[in-house]
Every structure is written in structure tokens, then in C-alpha cells.
């Protein structure tokens, strides 16, 4: 077992998933975002239960304030499944996942815009990115050449689930991309930056051992 801090401003909780994969081909260029139909600490729960199923996210963000971290962002989390064989999305992004059910009654919140855009901003420090939607559109889905071009290629980029498979609703219709560019251009103007604090003890991983190996690149 080994202990590790949380990554980047604003984590209230690390609680590490058994699904963190090590993956020499891990090369984070991008960011997708998701969300639960879900609440927190449900959610939390869900995604660190051990299972025979790899599901897991980077990260999970609350409506009002509460930030689990469940992987660390060198490694490869398993949110963003889809079909494509040797082009597995998971490897080159962190996914963020955001509490909410998308209806409009339910909607994303301002806390959650500025805590994706704080995040964001420190990762794409971190990695020399730049934060951008791939043509200017972060929701159209693409064929497997168009996303094998910005996995491969790129320096950074942001899209929902759906981009990479239409089988996806998420983060939907009520997730309005233009508010997060404005909390990146908040962000960017401030001088605001908060410290991780938590830290967490990680699990042992242990399906790995009985899961075929398709299983561990794909995620439904
Ligand atoms: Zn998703």
C-alpha cells in the first residue's frame, strides 16, 4: 500500500478506487467530463466499491463545496469506455465527474464550473496544456481518426463524454460550456490558488487477477 496526497486545488477527500490502472502508455492531453445521476456521497461510494467491473473517475465533484479525488491523475482511470481497440480515451484524459441528475430542476452549479475550471488550469499548468475545446466544439461526436489526431497529437483539450461515445448522454444539454470558459477566463485574471490537503492510503487492486484482459481497456 502506498499513501498519497491529493492532486490540485480544492480537494476535500481522497478516497482511493481499486481501478487505477498503471499504464506505460498513459499521456494526459485532454480532460471529460461526466456526470452521476447521482449525489456525492453515493457516488463516492459507487466508484470505490470493489467490484468485478472497472469504473472509476479521477475525480468527482459535489454540488456545494465536497471534492473526492479517487485516482491519481498518472494514472489511468476507467470513464470514458468506448469501442475503439487500441484508442482508449482513458489513457490520454482525467475525467471529472459532476454530481448532478443534468435535468434542468437539477442543474450544474457555479461551484462545481469554477471548481472543473480551477482544476483544469492547475493541471494544464502542471503539463505545459492548453485548455481548449478541439475546433471550437467540445460536444460533436467524431469518428476514430479525428480522435486518434488529438490523443496523439495534441496539447490539450476538453470535451464531454458524449464526443467520444454516442451511446453517452453526459455531461448533456444543461452543462453550458460557454459559463466554464468564462470561469476560465475568471480564473486566469484571479491569483487565488488553493493547496491539496487530504491524503489517502491506496487500495490494493485485486481484479485484475480474474478479469480478461478486454475488460481492463473498455468500460460500458
Ligand atoms: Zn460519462
Same mark, same amino acid.
Given at each position: 500500500?502506498?499513501? =498519497? ?40 461510494? =459507487? ?12 475525480y468527482v465533484i459535489g454540488r456545494d463545496g ?17 469501442? =475503439? ?61 479525428? =480522435? ?73
Open positions: 500500500m502506498s499513501i =498519497w496526497e491529493a492532486q490540485g486545488p480544492g480537494v476535500t477527500l481522497v478516497k482511493p478506487c481499486v481501478d487505477a490502472e498503471k499504464d506505460p502508455r498513459r499521456k494526459i492531453v485532454g480532460f471529460i467530463i461526466h456526470y452521476t445521476d447521482g449525489n456525492f456521497d453515493g457516488d463516492v461510494d =459507487w466508484l470505490t466499491k470493489q467490484d468485478d467491473v472497472p469504473v472509476s473517475a479521477h465536497q471534492v473526492a479525488q479517487l485516482c491519481r491523475i498518472e494514472r489511468v482511470a476507467y470513464h470514458a469506455g468506448m469501442s =475503439w481497440g487500441d484508442l482508449n480515451p482513458n489513457i490520454y484524459t482525467i475525467g471529472y465527474e459532476l454530481c448532478s441528475n443534468a435535468k434542468q430542476e437539477y442543474k450544474f452549479t457555479d461551484f462545481q464550473y469554477r471548481f472543473l475550471a480551477e482544476h483544469i488550469l492547475w493541471v494544464c499548468k502542471k503539463y505545459n496544456l492548453i485548455y481548449r475545446y478541439p475546433d471550437g466544439d467540445p460536444k460533436s461526436t467524431r469518428n476514430k481518426a479525428y =480522435w486518434k489526431e488529438w490523443f496523439l497529437h495534441s496539447d490539450g483539450f476538453i470535451i464531454g463524454h458524449s464526443a467520444v461515445n454516442p451511446h453517452k448522454p453526459d455531461p448533456g444539454v444543461f452543462f453550458d460550456w460557454d459559463k466554464l470558459l468564462q470561469m476560465f477566463q475568471q480564473r486566469e485574471s484571479g491569483s487565488e490558488t488553493r493547496q491539496p490537503a487530504a491524503v489517502a492510503i491506496e487500495p490494493k487492486t485485486f481484479w485484475k487477477k480474474f478479469l480478461p484482459k478486454k475488460l481492463l481497456t473498455s468500460k460500458k
